[in-house]
């Protein structure tokens, strides 16, 4: 059984950064032709997914994020991280990582095979 842990700050300073792990276990994040993603949710909206990296390393990001938005991993710990720059009231969210078999950048659950159960991050001064 896959299962993914997002861990990190619960709350991080405006223009700061944030970044967060996600840790898999049950299976590799090397395992061929998967995607690792991190999407969150701010209150009282939708899943907004914000990128991904691929079990060979290759990495996507939503367009309007890409420019301080930086996912990368680790395999000898088997986990993978975001980090994301300058970060402003607008990014508190519920944070999830996720894996995939297809590479979608949907905003519905049912796009991902594994969730992580989230995190809370509240940007605020």
């Known amino acids: 059984q896959v299962q993914l842990q997002e861990s990190g700050p619960g709350l991080v300073k405006p223009s700061q950064t944030l970044s967060l792990v996600c840790t898999v276990s049950?299976?590799?994040?090397?395992?061929?032709?998967?995607?690792w993603n991190w999407i969150r949710q701010p209150p009282g909206k939708g899943l907004e997914w914000m990128g991904a990296?691929?079990?060979?390393?290759?990495?996507y990001y939503r367009p309007s994020l890409k420019s301080r938005t930086s996912i990368s991993r680790d395999t000898s710990k088997n986990h993978f991280t975001l980090q994301l720059n300058s970060v402003t009231p607008e990014g508190t969210a519920v944070y999830y990582c996720?894996?995939?078999?297809?590479?979608?950048?949907?905003?519905?659950?049912?796009?991902?095979?594994?969730w992580g159960q989230g995190t809370q991050v509240t940007v605020s001064t």
């Open positions: 996720a894996g995939s078999s297809a590479r979608s950048a949907a905003g519905t659950r049912a796009s991902y095979n594994y």
């Open positions: 049950g299976g590799s994040i090397t395992t061929n032709y998967y995607y």
């Open positions: 990296i691929t079990s060979s390393g290759s990495t």
